[in-house]
Nanobody, 124 residues
C-alpha cells in the first residue's frame, strides 16, 4: 500500500516557476516508478513525466520537455517536479501516481496509487 500527498501548487504568472512535491508512505514506494499527470478543466488527464524507481531514467511529455524537471529522493520517500517558464496552458490539477514496477509508463491505467492532486494556475 502506498499513500501519496501532493503539495506546492498555487497561482503564478506566466514565466514563473513552481516546485511540486509528492510525499509518499509505504515501503513499496522506493522500488516503484512514479508518474506525474495533470488534468485541465474540461480535458482528460494527461501524462506529464515519469521517473524510474532509482531516479536514473525519466521521460517527459513533449509539452513540458526542457521546462520541467523531475527528481526523487527514496531516502525521504519524495518526488519533486520543478516547473519553470510556466505557461497558461500548464494550468491544471497535478497528480503524482505510483506504479509498483521499476520503470514508468505513460498509461494512467497502469498506475495503482494516486494522490489527491494539487492545483496549478498560471495567469497570462
Amino acid at each position: 500500500q502506498v499513500q501519496l500527498v501532493e503539495s506546492g501548487g498555487g497561482l503564478v504568472q506566466a514565466g514563473d516557476s513552481l516546485t511540486l512535491s509528492c510525499a509518499a508512505s509505504g515501503r513499496a514506494f522506493a522500488s516503484s516508478a512514479v508518474g506525474w499527470f495533470r488534468q485541465a478543466p474540461g480535458k482528460e488527464r494527461e501524462f506529464v513525466v515519469g521517473i524510474s524507481w532509482s531516479g536514473g531514467t525519466m521521460y517527459y511529455a513533449d509539452s513540458v520537455k526542457g521546462r520541467f524537471t523531475v527528481s526523487r529522493d527514496n531516502t525521504k520517500y519524495s518526488v519533486s517536479l520543478q516547473m519553470n517558464d510556466l505557461k497558461p496552458e500548464d494550468t491544471a490539477v497535478y497528480y503524482c501516481a505510483v506504479v509498483t514496477r521499476r520503470l514508468y509508463t505513460n498509461n494512467e491505467a497502469d498506475y495503482e496509487y494516486w494522490g489527491q492532486g494539487t492545483q496549478v494556475t498560471v495567469s497570462s
